[in-house]
Antibody, heavy 116, light 112 residues
Framework: QVQLQQSGAELTKPGSSVKISCKAS????????ISWIKQRPGQALEWIGAINPGSGGTGYNEKFKGKATLTVDKSSSTAFMQLSSLTPEDTAVYYCARGRRVGNYWGQGVMVTVSS | DVVLTQTPSILSATIGQSVSISCRSS???????????LYWFLQRPGQSPQRLIY???NLGSGVPNRFSGSGSGTDFTLKISGVEAEDLGVYYC?????????FGAGTKLELK
């Protein structure tokens, strides 16, 4: 069965960077884009961007350019998102999902907390 | 960016009641390829969102048929025909016609 397994919660300091992962299984990794979505506590969802695991091609929401960097490791069927220059406004749950248009398979989410 | 306005923001219902949620877009969601990329998701407390409806009116895999979607252009509706306890949570519409893809602010369905 299709699964997206995300890495564990992160507690980081302002100004630092964090890299979270999303390991795919149960399907051909290069056949579907991986999207990333942000959800601040009690808030709605925001589409950050997506990556094509086959080509490495990316598409970003302008709001997250310079903040998020999407990469993949095809050998381990894992997608990564690095968040840089972290501020308290980056405190959120970050989800990965299969498909550029965000399909019916989501990871469990990673809570990233930015606090001094 | 496309703004999706969901109403109501909170919906109180009894078990068995039929309810509807509206999602209005700031611009048409009809794509040049003829598809309308409007989706509905349910996020239960503490869980990841689950896709209920895709392309306006297509039921997702394993989704009960008490859920239905309709609409076109800029006006869309999700209907639940007979609310069940497992339907409680926050409903989001999402558009994937115009980048960046955007979500509505959500409608919380709670028990009356």
């Amino acid at each position: 069965q299709v699964q997206l397994q995300q890495s564990g919660a992160e507690l980081t300091k302002p100004g630092s960077s964090v890299k979270i992962s999303c390991k795919a299984s149960g399907y051909t990794f290069t056949s579907y884009d991986i999207s990333w979505i942000k959800q601040r506590p009690g808030q709605a969802l925001e589409w950050i961007g997506a990556i094509n695991p086959g080509s490495g091609g990316t598409g970003y929401n302008e709001k997250f350019k310079g903040k998020a960097t999407l990469t993949v490791d095809k050998s381990s069927s894992t997608a990564f998102m690095q968040l840089s220059s972290l501020t308290p406004e980056d405190t959120a749950v970050y989800y990965c999902a299969r498909g550029r248009r965000v399909g019916n398979y989501w990871g469990q989410g990673v809570m990233v907390t930015v606090s001094s | 960016d496309v703004v999706l306005t969901q109403t109501p923001s909170i919906l109180s219902a009894t078990i068995g009641q039929s309810v509807s949620i509206s999602c209005r877009s700031s611009q048409s969601l009809l794509d040049s390829d003829g598809n309308t990329y409007l989706y509905w998701f349910l996020q239960r407390p503490g869980q990841s969102p689950q896709r209920l409806i895709y392309l306006v009116s297509n039921l997702g895999s394993g989704v009960p048929n008490r859920f239905s979607g309709s609409g076109s252009g800029t006006d869309f509706t999700l209907k639940i025909s007979g609310v069940e306890a497992e339907d409680l949570g926050v409903y989001y519409c999402m558009q994937a016609t115009h980048a960046p893809y955007t979500f509505g602010a959500g409608t919380k369905l709670e028990l009356k």
